[in-house]
């Protein structure tokens, strides 16, 4: 069975935390990275770190996101792996809820996905080549209190990966959605003294996208489900 190889990787949403693990774990392996956020100054040392070069991006702006991919294609080379890791939240009670603050939350979590996957099938397309990520929450597969507008842009995004899945897949391209259901651990998020483990290992979570960026094609993955090994469910 012949695993696929990938030679460039965009990240979309970077920061600390996964998308930092990412960088990480695809630097190592010898893939190229590109960075884009809305901004670059805290990309700095990842960058440094990883080799990566870093573009601003405002995710939800189509404009933007066409530029972004034609100056990564430019300069660093045509991604062969797209990682959407941008979301956005607006919390409170429902009636009390911002409707321009929704629209907002829903843009960065499910159509800055659309327009990002969009430009990157384009691409891989004619080469029936390549993966697009996306990354999900427990808000993906279940609304929680006073976060209607999180779960609104995370169900819509695992639907569009499940769409995708089912039209890309047979041209060649592996789209996967990861449900993070659970917090992940950061220098400034840890887990309280009484409840060791219950945080995700943010490069425990990376190496998962890389086992299904290496399964082969008669076996491939459209959704994995990750949480810690202590939860209750």
Known sequence: ?????????????????LSASLARLFAREGIGVSLAARSVEKLGALCSETGARAYACNATDPDEVERLFGLVERESGMPDVVVYNASGRARGPFVELVPADVAQAIAVSAFGGFLVAQ???????????????????????????QSAPFAMGKFA???LAQSMARELSPQGIHVAHFVIDGGIRSDTRVEAADRPDSMLDPDAIALSYWNVLQQ???????????????EKF
Do not use: C, D
């Open 1 to 17: 069975m012949e695993t696929p190889k990938y030679k460039k990787a965009l990240i979309v949403g970077a920061g600390a935390g």
């Open 119 to 145: 430009q990157a099938a384009k691409r891989m397309l004619p080469n029936r080549h390549g993966a697009i990520l996306f990354t999900g929450a427990s808000a993906s597969v279940k609304g929680y209190v």
């Open 157 to 159: 995004l695992r639907g």
């Open 216 to 230: 082969p094609k008669s076996a491939w993955t459209w959704e994995l489900e990750l949480r810690p090994w202590v």
